[in-house]
C-alpha cells in the first residue's frame, strides 16, 4: 500500500523559512518521480514543484521558482520541499504526491495523481 506522509508544516512569519518533509512507502520510491501541489484557503490544488527519480530534474511553479528548493532522499525514501522567503500567499496546505506513471513529464505541471498523502498545514501570518 502506498502512503506518504508530510511534516514540517507550521505557522511562520512573513519572509521566513520552512522544510517541509513527505516520508514515501509501499513503492519503489527511487524509480518514482515525485510532485508537491498545495490548496489555499477556499482555492483549488496548485502544482508547486516536481522531481524526477533521481532527483536530477526539478521543475518549479512561477510562484515557487528563486525560493523553493524540492529534493530527495533516496536511501531514506524522502521528499523534502525547502521553502524560503515565504510570503502570506504561501499558506496552504501542502501534499506530496505521486501518479502510476515513471515518467518526469506526467507530473510536471500536473494536479492529478493517484496518490496523496494527508497533507501539512503551512501559515505565512505576522
Known amino acids: 500500500e502506498v502512503q506518504l506522509v508530510e511534516s514540517g508544516g507550521g505557522l511562520v512569519q512573513p519572509g521566513g523559512s520552512l522544510r517541509l518533509s513527505c516520508a514515501a512507502s509501499g513503492f519503489t520510491f527511487t524509480t518514482s518521480p515525485m510532485s508537491w501541489v498545495r490548496q489555499a484557503p477556499g482555492k483549488g490544488l496548485e502544482w508547486v514543484s516536481s522531481?524526477?527519480?533521481?532527483?536530477?530534474?526539478?521543475t518549479y511553479a512561477d510562484s515557487a521558482k528563486g525560493r523553493f528548493t524540492v529534493s530527495r532522499d533516496n536511501a531514506k525514501n524522502m521528499l523534502f520541499l525547502e521553502m524560503n522567503s515565504l510570503k502570506p500567499e504561501d499558506t496552504a496546505v501542502y501534499y506530496c504526491a505521486k501518479k502510476e506513471s515513471p515518467w518526469f513529464r506526467d507530473y510536471i505541471g500536473k494536479m492529478e495523481y493517484d496518490y496523496w498523502g494527508q497533507g501539512t498545514q503551512v501559515t505565512v501570518s505576522s
Open positions: 522531481i524526477n527519480d533521481i532527483g536530477g530534474w526539478k
